[in-house]
């Protein structure tokens, strides 16, 4: 955030941001009709759906309002992306397992199970780190952030297991 305060690297974080809430928005519904497909409805699956739309809000909040300029708001963007995405990638570890009825679909749960906790671990670091008034602890709470971001986008790529079976039906099952 810090780096991304001024033109043009303001202009590149709020573009990144927005495409990155477009392809969470994208994600969350292909992952939604994919489990609908395959398990039918569940509060599970909803819950998933609508904790990845919530995280996309606050992710383009993150991104359109700087810290140094709307400190409040882009305060409340991350309040609101950060938790929501962790919920996520614990309610699809748990819709994965499941779903799983293979060997491989197990290990897809375990695989995502740890990705999980190490998100969890460094949100943690990054929020204890976060409220010190030390500059280096701050440093690593960014630090932590970042950890945190590339193991979420990890995660997300775990997805193309799923994905690849993904057909025209799949998308039937949201118009019905």
């Known amino acids: ?69 709307a400190k409040v708001l882009h305060y409340i963007g991350a309040g609101v992306a950060f938790p929501t995405s962790m919920l996520f990638v614990f309610l699809q570890s748990i819709l994965t397992y499941r779903m799983a009825k293979t060997r491989g679909h197990y290990w897809t749960g375990h695989l995502r199970s740890i990705l999980t906790a190490m998100a969890f671990i460094t949100l943690v670091f990054s929020g204890v780190f976060f409220i010190q008034e ?35 039906d799949t998308f039937l099952v949201l118009l019905k």
Request: hydrophobic share 50%; glycine share 10%; charged share 10%.
């Open 1 to 69: 955030s810090k780096c991304g305060t001024l033109p043009p690297e303001s202009c590149f974080f709020s573009l990144i941001c927005s495409l990155g809430s477009f392809m969470v928005i994208l994600v969350g519904l292909l992952r939604y009709a994919h489990v609908l497909e395959c398990c039918g409805p569940s509060l599970l699956n909803t819950l998933g759906l609508a904790t990845g739309w919530v995280c996309a809000a606050g992710l383009t909040m993150v991104g359109n309002f700087q810290v140094d300029h």
């Open 134 to 168: 030390s500059f280096v602890l701050q440093h690593v709470a960014a630090l932590c952030e970042w950890m945190f971001i590339i193991d979420v986008l990890v995660f997300y790529g775990t997805f193309t297991f799923e994905f690849g079976a993904i057909s025209t």
